[in-house]
């Protein structure tokens, strides 16, 4: 059992894609436009807030501090990073 277990560990680390490289960020300005929460079974609950610009919507999973401390109408800045796909070597 405790080679199977160390087989897997190790498919499992050389099976993983090397870090992804930034290539750009920017910082963009959105409001929040809602909140929601989602049970989600033994995982607990997960806090989403969608927050928009007025050309788009996004959504990201929050933690619950982050969710209680917006509300709809916040304005809020948001770091957004461009990722560059891993090289295969």
Known sequence: MKQFILLALVAMLFGCED???????????????????????????????????PTSTECARVSYETYNKYKVGDTIQVLIKYWEKPKKK
Request: glycine share 14%; hydrophobic share 25%.
């Open 19 to 53: 870090p992804k490289e930034i290539y750009g960020t920017e910082i963009k300005t959105y409001v929040i436009s809602a909140g929601e929460e989602r049970y989600a079974g033994r995982g607990g609950t997960f806090h989403y807030l969608y927050f928009q610009t």
